[in-house]
């Protein structure tokens, strides 16, 4: 059974950093691109950030703050979020993107695999 389960989550100040982990079990994805979403409350699920092997990409909002990366070794994708902002409050989700080697891409749609969510809250 494939499952990708997030972690870092939780209630950091503005300004602060948090480190969310996305650990991938029941398969290996390190030729596959990954990604970060988020859903804040009433708004739609929308584009973070993803990586696969030739490329990285990351939302407007979030580029200069945000980084991703992954340890092909651990089967792990990380998202280092510093100077957060309380906009940035929002379920995050990881997703992987199967067959998807050298680009990315940022519709939700694509990808086949999804965590199961950990909340991030920022506090003004």
């Known amino acids: 059974q494939v499952q990708l389960v997030e972690s870092g989550g939780g209630l950091v100040q503005a300004g602060g950093s948090l480190r969310l982990s996305c650990a991938a079990s029941?398969?290996?994805?390190?030729?596959?691109?990954m990604g970060w979403f988020r859903q804040a409350p009433g708004k739609e699920r929308e584009f973070v950030a993803a990586?696969?092997?030739?490329?990285?990409r990351y939302a407007d909002s979030v580029k200069g703050r945000f980084t991703i990366s992954r340890d092909n070794a651990k089967n792990t994708m990380y998202l280092q979020m510093n100077s957060l902002k309380p906009e940035d409050t929002a379920v995050y989700y990881c997703?992987?993107?199967?067959?998807?080697?050298?680009?990315?891409?940022?519709?939700?749609?694509?990808?086949?695999?999804w965590g199961q969510g950990t909340q991030i809250t920022v506090s003004s």
């Open positions: 997703a992987a993107d199967v067959g998807r080697q050298w680009t990315v891409t940022t519709s939700q749609y694509e990808y086949d695999y």
């Open positions: 029941g398969r290996t994805f390190s030729s596959d691109a």
């Open positions: 990586i696969s092997r030739g490329a990285i």
